[in-house]
């Protein structure tokens, strides 16, 4: 029975972030999502990269144990990118992003993931996360000292363990999965998974919708729930080539992967899109777009005039009270950042409005921006948002704690920017199933 995935891929930047650093792939044989963090270091460079090297894949016809090689070489090569990237500019360091992809291979499914963004089935009527977090607060979980309910509001949930950095042991977990007619795979960022109850995802994934539909109700949901993360869903339906009319075969891809790779290009999505971008990276080309717009025909006279001086004075009317509006909103959010060589909480947002700042010093604390381990010192530069007072008053406790640690142990801090170095031995990823050991915390 020949296999054949009926998809979408959607993807908004929040309603608070400036850019969207999460990348999403949907094509015949490959799904694919990265939440790419490291603020103005370089998240969406992380994402774009990581899946810009994964989309060849969903071109070739591999079997299983071919497609488990083949994914898990091209994540290790993007992953040495991400490092070579970082080297040669400083301001990427401590970069990184999360991985889930799904790659098919006839009737397996090779799913390889890392980082606290999540995957799920829809089978028999029932909705079940087939991924687990490699998060601080998932750790917490494993280990008994709290409940699964007290993680979904847990301050600090945003500290993943396992993300793509450059590391040499930044290593995903694998496993191959029997793909059966009628199962449905979501893969989400936490953009919707921390804001929109499980209950609700599942109401909305097994409600019989299309691809398509379902991811923008999803979206919809989050931003509705006021999501302040960038919110990506991509959706893989398992369906009979030959029962389904006219499967999609245009890959779609979101994100931030839509308008860069590897840092600089678009991925090309179709065979002629890659030959062309082949033959300008031959030629040294750079890609200019020609463009005619409609506000460049002739002016239509007075009565063009009239309409525009009507529509501005409209538009000033709406700016004006929305410009009040969002100031206060702005006003009830608060970050952590550095403040004269500090870790502060800031009460307001990170971004400013031209000469027009909207945050201030909460508090600041007596922990040194200097004496944190380099990948928390690159975060706390770059501004860590939180949910609310309390979230950053955790997060600096955290903070105080990774400080007073290189403090007393120098040898445990790990220089590289990826945080702490692991007391506990990871173990080997294999094609088929790895667990591993959380081996570093790195803030979102």
Request: hydrophobic letters at 40%; charged letters at 20%.
């Amino acid at each position: 029975m020949p296999f054949a995935f009926h998809y979408a891929a959607r993807s908004d930047v929040g309603m608070v972030r400036s850019e969207n650093q999460d990348s999403g792939y949907a094509g015949p044989r490959l799904l694919a999502m990265a939440d790419g963090m490291g603020g103005h270091a370089g998240g969406d460079i992380a994402s774009s990269t990581v899946i810009g090297a994964l989309v060849d894949l969903d071109g070739e016809a591999l079997g299983s144990k071919e497609a488990s090689t083949a994914l898990l070489q091209r994540i290790s090569a993007a992953n040495d990118e991400l490092a070579e990237m970082a080297k040669a500019e400083p301001r990427l360091q401590g970069m990184g992003t999360t991985l889930i992809a799904i790659l098919r291979s006839q009737n397996k499914l090779v799913l390889a993931h890392i980082g606290d963004s999540r995957a799920f089935l829809a089978r028999d009527g029932k909705l079940t996360q087939i991924t687990k977090d490699h998060s601080f607060v998932q750790s917490l979980v494993d280990e008994g000292r709290i409940t699964e309910d007290e993680a979904i509001g847990h301050p600090q949930r945003s500290l993943v363990t396992r993300v793509l950095t450059g590391q040499q042991d930044d290593e995903p977990d694998v496993m191959v999965r029997e793909a059966r007619i009628g199962d449905r795979y979501l893969i989400a960022s936490d953009g919707l998974t921390d804001y929109v109850a499980g209950d609700t995802i599942a109401e909305m994934v097994l409600a019989g919708q299309p691809p398509g539909a379902t991811a923008d109700r999803l979206v919809d949901l989050a931003l509705k729930a006021g999501a302040p993360d960038n919110v990506t869903i991509v959706i893989g339906d398992v369906v009979d080539l030959t029962k389904v009319a006219a499967p999609p075969t245009q890959p779609q891809i979101v994100g931030a992967a839509a308008t860069r790779t590897r840092g600089t290009r678009p991925i090309p999505v179709t065979p002629a899109a890659k030959a062309a971008a082949l033959s300008r990276e031959a030629s040294g080309e750079e890609d200019v777009e020609d463009v005619t717009l409609a506000e460049e025909g002739p002016a239509s006279g007075p009565g063009r005039w009239l309409r525009l001086i009507a529509v501005l004075l409209v538009v000033l009317i709406v700016v004006g009270g929305g410009a009040y509006a969002a100031y206060t909103w702005s006003q009830r959010q608060y970050f952590v950042g550095a403040h004269d060589g500090n870790v502060a909480i800031y009460q307001g947002v990170t971004q400013d409005v031209g000469p027009i700042g909207l945050s201030h010093v909460k508090s600041e604390s007596d922990v040194r921006v200097a004496d944190l381990p380099d990948f928390y010192r690159t975060k706390v530069e770059d501004r860590v948002s939180t949910d609310t007072l309390q979230d950053a008053e955790a997060l600096v406790s955290q903070l105080r704690t990774e400080a007073l640690r290189c403090a007393a142990s120098p040898s445990t801090c790990d220089d590289s920017g990826t945080g702490s170095t692991p007391t506990t031995p990871s173990t080997t990823t294999s094609p088929t199933t790895t667990t591993s050991s959380p081996s570093s915390t790195t803030t979102r």
